[in-house]
């Protein structure tokens, strides 16, 4: 049976209730305007009933407060994160494509691509043909094609600036990773020294550890697994302790319970880079531990997608291809490299003018495999079907203990296996808009100067107008026919296909001028360069045979360490386009006539280069003339940066959506405060008044009764 003082203890614990309550709804309302703060509540049950000797058979106990709890729901959370990195992803790339845009915007108060262009071939070349052997009017045209070569350098240049932002953007965010993996790592600390040494919750700072998770998802993808640690000897008691685990970048994973995985930037050397256009010093992402961080995974997400989009995206447009050979071969210092020949299809390889090989070396992957490689060169056969057979054969760095880069020699059973370099990014980022920069300006002054090449100015052979800068001299690359044709043969030819295929004088003139080049080579073009090997080394002992002079046809391009070619159109870039400083220093040099006979006044060549401006048989970019350039780069720049706005807005407006449900729920309301604060005060004085109640009674009993 209860004693006589049983219910001041019921009394008691309701007054303890209430006050925990009120204490609890204090602290709401202190925090209601803290960002990430969950409002807490606290449990309470009927304390166990005494079993007394009664009819009744049991008596109320009164009340047990269980915990302070915090009200959270984790769905809520998961659906936050998930979406958080949509916004951060969309956010970077809105507000680089917005930076793109303004550096190919054309609107009359900057001199863009349209401007330059229609000053160079109409203006100018409007002026040359009303005076085609006026010394200023040369002078004129000479300063619009300046221009046109300054544009590009600048272009480019904005171009590489921005890559640099986003590469020093992407080390931000990689210190910004360390820093939330830190803390988290030192909370998961906390919490589990607070709720293993009782029932208690560490509700404040599980409220810090999602606010941090918060920030880190919008940088990267995050996923998060919480499990219960058990007691190996009683797996049913409960520790309290749980291991909490924290992955990002598609399941790699940064914090374990109470350590975390470090990540470090480390600069690419010159042998490691990707690109022909990527700046010096792109960083690479590793685990501190010196693992590698899969930077170009599928499935990451935030802002660090975003950023690495832009600094490497290239359209998918990556090398690839089929190992067909292993070999090797000595350099002049008696050490072995091996090559590694590779047969490739797709069309930004198969035209030089669209490749975007690093001119440096670099690191290529044999069956998944990375090895270093030196130099590469570009070669063009044909098969027995007469069909262009297109492969790179890449000269590898010697092995370490040689002086090289490479732990280990490249062994035969990577053939038939795939090769890449670089990594497939479907978005379209600064590497693909310097990329098509290129093949614009490597195919428009390829076909400029070939035109030049096949004229005259006075009786002088014409020459390259667009050349490009050596790095780091004060000399100019000029590049040559593959071909080694002469004016003269290339005019007979010119009659030949007007007279095999009735074309007219400009249509075969324009042909002939495509047919030898190294990206458009022809069968026909081939087999007479073979001919001509035959007969050219008849008169040598034992001769060629057809077999070995088919092997010498074969176009092949060289381009790495110490074999810069000074003959082939790949070396011209963007940034390296200029003028030639002979016609710049004698603009007279610049031809304007087809035949050396014609008077000083014939301007028929300079038809030739007008046409090369809007006739798509002239020259072809993506399907358009020349002078729609910027018309195909625009339309891909505008729907990148609308594509991000309307992401980023719809993405904006789903996680404002989704923290409003949060918040709903786990946010502190004022108005509801209020009423609990009323509740619990009403809890507390009825508790209050049972005690005064009570202590009158015992009172009553004690000093009135005479007990």
């Known amino acids: 049976m209860p004693s006589q003082f049983f219910g001041l203890n019921i009394a008691y614990t309701g007054l303890l209730a209430s006050n925990a309550a009120l204490n609890t709804t204090n602290n ?23 079993r007394v000797f009664q009819t009744y058979g049991c008596a109320g106990a009164g009340v047990d407060t269980l915990s302070i709890e915090r009200v959270r729901n984790e769905f809520y959370d998961s659906r936050f994160w998930v979406n958080n990195r949509k916004v951060g992803e969309y956010g970077q790339k809105q507000y680089y494509m917005e930076q793109i845009q303004s550096f190919f915007d054309d609107n ?5 691509f349209k401007t330059v262009f229609d000053q160079l071939m109409i203006k100018g070349l409007q002026a040359l043909k009303d005076n085609p052997d006026d010394l200023s009017t ?39 990773i360390n820093s939330l993996a830190k803390e988290i790592a030192t909370l998961n600390r906390q919490i589990n020294t607070i709720e293993m040494s009782g029932s208690m919750k560490a509700n404040e700072l599980r409220d810090r550890r999602v606010l941090l998770l918060d920030q880190l998802s919008e940088i990267v993808d995050v996923e998060t697994i919480e499990t219960r640690v058990l007691d190996t000897n009683n797996q049913d008691r409960e520790t309290g302790g749980t291991r909490f685990i924290v992955k990002i970048a598609g399941g790699q994973t940064l914090v374990d319970g109470n350590e975390y995985n470090g990540l470090e930037c480390v600069a690419r050397t010159e042998d490691q880079k990707v690109n022909h256009t990527d700046i010096d010093g792109l960083y690479d992402v590793r685990w501190e531990n010196g693992s590698k961080f899969n930077l170009y995974n599928a499935s990451m997400g935030g802002a660090l997608k975003g950023l690495v989009d832009l600094r490497d995206g290239n359209n998918s447009e990556y090398f690839t291809g089929k190992i067909q050979d292993i070999g ?49 060169t570009y070669s063009v056969s044909y098969d027995d079907n007469g069909e262009p057979v297109y492969s790179y054969t890449f000269t590898m760095s010697a092995t370490k203990q040689d002086g090289g880069l490479n732990d280990s020699r490249v062994t035969n059973d990577r053939v038939g296996k795939n090769a890449t370099i670089g990594a497939n990014i479907s978005y379209q980022g600064v590497p693909y808009y310097m990329t098509q920069i290129n093949e614009w300006v490597r195919t428009f002054s390829q076909k400029f100067n070939d035109i030049l090449r096949s004229g005259y100015s006075g009786d002088i052979p014409g020459i390259d107008l667009f050349v490009a800068d050596k790095p780091a001299e004060n000399e100019q690359y000029v590049f040559e026919d593959y071909s080694d044709e002469t004016v003269e043969e290339y005019l007979k030819r010119v009659e030949e296909l007007m007279t095999q295929k009735g074309l007219t004088e400009e249509e075969a003139r324009l042909e002939a001028i495509s047919d030898y080049r190294y990206d458009k080579e022809s069968k026909a073009a081939y087999d007479k360069r073979v001919e001509k090997l035959m007969a050219t080394n008849a008169t040598l002992t034992g001769g060629f045979t057809k077999d070995e002079a088919e092997a010498a046809a074969v176009l092949n391009v060289s381009v790495g360490k110490n074999t810069m070619d000074n003959d082939n159109y790949y070396l011209m870039t963007g940034k390296n386009l200029n003028v030639s400083s002979t016609i710049v220093n004698d603009p007279d040099r610049l031809a304007n006539k087809r035949e050396e006979t014609d008077g000083v006044e014939q301007n028929d060549l300079l038809d030739d280069l007008k046409d090369l401006a809007t006739n798509k048989g002239s020259m072809s970019f993506r399907g358009s003339s020349a002078s729609e350039f910027l018309q195909c780069i625009l339309g891909d720049i505008a729907l990148n940066t609308k594509r991000a706005e309307t992401f980023y807005k719809s993405y904006a407006d789903i996680s404002y959506s989704i923290d409003s449900q949060r918040i709903s729920i786990s946010g502190v309301d004022e108005d509801e405060e209020a009423v609990n604060l009323v509740r619990y005060q009403n809890g507390y004085n009825l508790a209050s008044k049972m005690i005064q109640t009570l202590t009158e009674i015992y009172d009553r009993l004690i000093l009135q009764t005479g007990v």
């Open 28 to 50: 709401n309302i202190a925090n209601v305007q803290t960002e990430g703060y969950s409002r807490q509540q606290v449990n309470q049950q009927a304390a166990n009933a005494i």
């Open 108 to 112: 009359g108060q900057n001199a863009g």
């Open 138 to 176: 040369k002078q004129q045209f000479v300063g619009f094609a300046d221009s046109l070569a300054e544009y590009f350098n600048g272009a480019v240049g904005n171009l590489q600036k921005l890559q640099k932002d986003t590469n020093q953007e992407i080390k931000v965010k990689i210190d910004e």
């Open 328 to 376: 090797s071969a000595t350099d002049d210092k008696g050490i072995v490299h091996d090559t590694v020949t590779i047969e490739v299809g797709r069309h930004y390889l198969t035209d030089l003018n669209k490749c975007n090989l690093s001119e440096n070396g670099g690191v290529i992957s044999l069956g998944n495999k990375e090895y270093y490689y030196d130099s590469w």
